[in-house]
């Protein structure tokens, strides 16, 4: 009965997320498939506790579901002001169609050739005591491959680098994103005062419980950015301009702190990024808190986008 | 318990069907963004079903969307506004529609409107 | 005991989810169905998750369910406000 009920619950969950995909691609205009989209997300979370993978849901909640849908949304309110959003809504993209299938297609083969690993894979449930941390997750992306958790700091830096410029000479000097303004003492002001606070214990919350526990740096950062782009979409904060030494400290923090610790260990314990094993601990939970810091600050600036002055069309 | 449990988050993701009708259709654009809010509301209450039925930690899931679930629709009623960066409530409503003059059947009228752009299916 | 008061709240709050989706469905004005969704919906997740609450394991876990429906109603509350006022002046703009 139970078993029958699980298999039931899938399958529901499947024909919707299959079904909410095909109404993104499928229905005309901009708006509904974003809305689409944002639904898209929230489903996906859903899927991913489903499917054990709590860390991942974790990550599909506060993107997918939060950020995403900001970021989508600000874009089509900026075409339909730019009167260009019912161009978009023309003709088939093949193209487009053509690589979706041809992708979908090849995760489908892959799928059915890659054996299946077994959980947790034994060379992790052997290796795992020696990490530092009881999270498996959190153990793979700080210890066993840090490398690759290295890089990708770095990407979202040079990302962020790309938007900022797209931002004009005369608008360097003024603050990030566009100059957002709500009424005093009105729903959206109290809001951004309220929410903010919550969602900061919820975000260290995440990356504290992240050593054990589902979580860690890239939930709690986007947690934290999330949170902190409602204070300014409320207009309760102000986004700094490019410059301020504090907030360009906060970006290369996580990188930065990150690669000491790769280089401390090519010097103490033999090899770059080698945690030392009685240090793995209290280094891995440094490194984390370092990078949620980098994080939180370039996504957040990564959605407000490069610095425009008022009037800019 | 747990067959209980899961019927009632297959119940809830039915009914989150009914919402994704009201997605597809609009007409209003505020129509589309509350129905998603419908879905986020119950995907919510599924993984709080799901914290019971398989794993506790699915409730920081639920904890983590609830937080996050306005800042869509904040997105939303920003771009809304003329400079796409103010607040619907920053400039009183015009007065003829004020919320005092609103009949039914003048609802009606501009869910008519609205839905016009959808229906324009062929002249592409 | 316990099991039978998270079959009762859970069953209540299935009630009000099909409850809003119906509203969310048949009410006729952009207005009404907003007034439908955000209360009943939020009323049945409340009610799902005092039902969980009763098998919870510990009373972080009940502190967890509780902060999540104080989360929804606050989201849910600005959220209604909000997009009713930018209904409202999409009309009056368009």
Known sequence: MTAALGLALDAALCALILGVALAVVAG?????????????????AVAWVRLDAVNVALAEAAIGAGLTGVLLLAAHGRLRRAEAAQDLAHGMPWSAALAGGALAAALGWAWFEMPIPVEPGPELAEALPRAGVGNPVTAVLLNFRAWDTLLESIVLLAALIGVWMLAREGDWREPLGRPQHARPGGVMAGFGRVLPPVGLLVGVWLVWAGADHPGGAFQGGTVLAAVGLVAVLAGVIRPPWIGAPLWQGALVLGPAVFLLAGIAGAVLAGGFLTLPEGFAKPAIVTIEVALTVSIAVTLAFLVLGPPEAEGAG | MTAWLSFVAIGVLASLAGALWRVWRGPAPADRMMAAQLVGTGGVAVLILLAAVQDWAALDVAVALALLAALAAVGFVKAG????????????????????????????QVGRTRRDPDRRRGDG | MADLATLLFTALGLVFFAAGTVGLIRFPDTFSRLHALTKADNLGLGFIALGVAFQAESWAQVARIALIWVLALLAAGAVAQLVARAALMRRGGA
């Open chain 1, 28 to 44: 005309r205009g901009v708006f509904r498939a974003v809305v689409f989209f944002i639904v898209y997300g929230l489903l996906a």
């Open chain 2, 81 to 108: 506004t003329p400079d796409g960066a103010g607040d619907p409530e920053e400039e009183a409503p015009p007065a003829d529609m004020q919320l005092s003059a609103m009949t039914p059947d003048a609802a009606a």
